[in-house]
């Protein structure tokens, strides 16, 4: 308003050229955002309808539902589908259970042992890159210490070839996934436990509650909205994420570690089938959309509390 | 202050629990530097040493003398990583200021989509992005790098800083304005000091997300001396040099190491950023 009114006072010809402050503020972000993120989904839409393979360029041909039907008899489409449902579930149904126990401990140490709960957080500032490396090297089959670890504890009778093998690849893949994120979730639900008021843990203490009851009655209901927050952001950040599984095991033995986003990178990069790719990514972004609605109603909702 | 009698039951779960988490968050990191002491005969040594016994720098000093130019990753990974810095304090600053403190149409949709910006696989905007920089002479440049790893630092930092600016009371700034400051001044002279927690956090994550980024350089740069060092590291060590262990550790625990001293130095900051926005007391 106040700026409507001040540019009437101007002379006519000044005012073409004056430029809400809002819009002066704001263009950058829009337009990088805009750049880098916006123009390519959009185009990414486009290029879905297209037959387009990056090895031939001049043969675009329109074909509105072809890559959208291959879909449906694409084995290694369902395949990423379940991998990634596994990958996600278990990883963030894991990391949630150990990160509320680790929480819960954690807050019970004295003062002078706080520092603790920093180093604790270590894992998850680790690129992810350095992480697909380090557990690349705990996993491997001549060198790795994880299968001496195994056997010394009588778990394993052989070295087994973790990053070789469908079923061992994926769990491996997962375990790296829990070590570098289990942090997070530690550092979210301390935040929480803090917000639990004294007075109610006292209370509980007085009426004669125990350990188990307390947890129960008090400090789940205290952290449920913390608990789903960072469940659905996990979730999210789960579905996309790619350079763990690439350096670990660039999605392989074949297909077995590959989830949507190995998927669509394989197809976009390593076979330049970019019609088809861009289809595959809309079908994720959608999913991907209707879930990070699903987190700003519960975020905004927690909010107005 | 009502406690409980403490109960060994009790006591065990909680010391038992914070061990075993210890060992298992530390065990990793303590083996990459291990690893990166020892000779690389002593890698294949089976069972593997705990302590390199003979512990040895060379594989720090192969970095900086091998076939892959690790500094040069090294340089690109932290100058590209500080432009993202200041970029994305400028326009998160701009930005967060407009939306916390002026009232104009669609602003709530243009929060909202900042946000939802944040969700969205990277992979999927790889080709197209591609293609645009190839016919807009970004790729393999600087200049390419930062404006994409500003982008997804960006929308954190939007929401950081209006968080903080709309904690400090309009009344200060307004005060300001009275005393003959414009709002551009007052915002500079009163409200950046008030807010600087969260431009320090917006910085950190800022430069987190650059150094980190995989994707980006993987698929922006073809040149090798052009490559960060994620990408660069992916390329270093495949092929024939995949088993070069030591190595390999060598360069994760210097991609580690700025992250580290960082988090050492800032980490009030960044505990501050993370949790803020979504715990309410």
Redesign the interface.
């Known amino acids: 308003m106040a700026n409507r009114l001040k540019s009437q006072d101007k002379p006519r010809g000044m005012r073409k050229i004056l430029i809400p402050l809002h819009v002066k503020l704001i263009f950058p972000s829009v337009f990088v955002l805009g750049l880098v993120i916006l123009y390519p989904l959009v185009s990414s839409l486009v290029l879905s309808l297209f037959n387009y393979e990056l090895t031939r360029p001049d043969e675009m041909k329109l074909s509105v539902l072809k890559n959208y039907g291959m879909m449906i008899d694409d084995d290694v489409f369902w395949l990423s589908l379940k991998n990634t449902l596994v990958f996600t579930g278990v990883s963030v149904g894991v990391s949630l259970i150990v990160g509320l126990i680790g929480a819960i401990t954690l807050d019970q140490l004295p003062k002078r042992l706080a520092g603790l709960r920093g180093v604790i957080l270590v894992p998850w500032l680790i690129p992810g890159v350095i992480v697909g490396f380090l557990f690349m090297l705990i996993f491997d089959v001549q060198v790795g210490v994880a299968n001496v670890i195994l056997e010394r504890a009588g778990i394993i009778k052989t070295f087994l070839p973790w990053l070789m093998d469908d079923q061992l690849a994926e769990i491996a893949v997962i375990i790296a996934n829990i070590w570098n994120q289990v942090p997070f979730y530690i550092l979210m639900f301390t935040a929480g436990l803090k917000a639990i008021p004294a007075e109610t843990k006292e209370a509980a203490i007085v009426e004669g509650a125990g350990r188990w009851q307390e947890f129960v009655h008090v400090t789940l209901p205290h952290l449920r909205g913390i608990l789903i927050i960072t469940s659905l952001l996990m979730v999210i950040r789960n579905f996309n994420n790619f350079p763990l599984i690439y350096t670990m095991t660039g999605g392989g033995p074949v297909y077995s570690t590959t989830t949507f986003v190995i998927y669509i990178y394989r197809l976009a990069f390593e076979q330049f089938n970019i019609g088809y790719a861009s289809a595959v990514g809309v079908v994720w972004c959608l999913v991907l959309l209707g879930l990070s609605s699903l987190y700003i109603k519960v975020l905004t909702k927690q909010d107005s509390l | 202050?009502?406690?409980?009698r403490l109960?060994l039951g009790?006591a065990a779960?909680?010391w038992g629990?914070?061990a075993i988490?210890?060992i298992?968050?530390?065990f990793?990191?303590f083996?990459?530097l291990s690893?990166s002491f020892k000779t690389n005969l002593d890698?294949?040594k089976?069972?593997?040493e705990i302590w390199p016994s003979h512990p040895t720098l060379e594989n720090y000093i192969g970095l900086a003398s091998g076939i892959n130019p690790i500094p040069r990753f090294f340089f690109n990974s932290f100058l590209t990583a500080l432009l993202t810095v200041v970029l994305t304090i400028?326009?998160?600053t701009?930005?967060g200021?407009?939306?916390s403190r002026?009232?104009?149409r669609f602003r709530d949709q243009?929060l909202?989509s900042?946000?939802?910006?944040q969700?969205?696989?990277?992979?999927?905007?790889?080709?197209?992005?591609y293609?645009?920089y190839v016919k807009a002479h970004l790729l393999n440049t600087y200049l390419g790098m930062v404006?994409?790893f500003?982008?997804?630092a960006?929308?954190f930092g939007?929401w950081m800083i209006k968080g903080f600016i709309d904690s400090v009371p309009v009344e200060v700034e307004q005060a300001a304005m009275v005393d003959g400051c414009s709002?551009m001044q007052a915002m500079r002279l009163v409200v950046l000091p008030l807010i600087t927690p969260g431009i320090v956090a917006t910085g950190i994550f800022a430069f987190?997300d650059a150094?980190?980024n995989?994707?980006f350089p993987l698929?922006l740069t073809n040149e090798i001396a052009m490559k960060t060092?994620?990408a660069g590291?992916?390329m270093a060590?495949s092929g024939q040099f995949k088993?070069d262990?030591s190595g390999?550790?060598a360069a994760?625990f210097i991609?580690?190491l700025p992250?580290?001293i960082i988090?050492i130095l800032l980490?009030r900051y960044l505990?501050e950023g993370?949790?803020g926005g979504?715990?309410?007391?």
Request: charged share 5%.
């Open positions: 202050m009502f406690r409980r109960s009790w779960f909680v629990s914070v988490i210890m298992w968050t530390l990793p990191i083996w990459m690893t890698v294949f089976m069972p593997p400028v326009l998160a701009f930005a200021y407009a939306l002026l009232k104009f243009i909202v900042v946000l939802v910006t969700m969205f696989p990277l992979v999927v905007m790889l080709a197209p992005l293609l645009l404006i994409a500003t982008s997804f960006l929308p939007i709002r987190l150094w980190n995989l994707l698929t060092l994620p590291m992916v060590f088993s262990w390999m550790m994760s991609t580690t992250v580290l988090f980490q505990v993370l949790t979504a715990v309410k007391g």
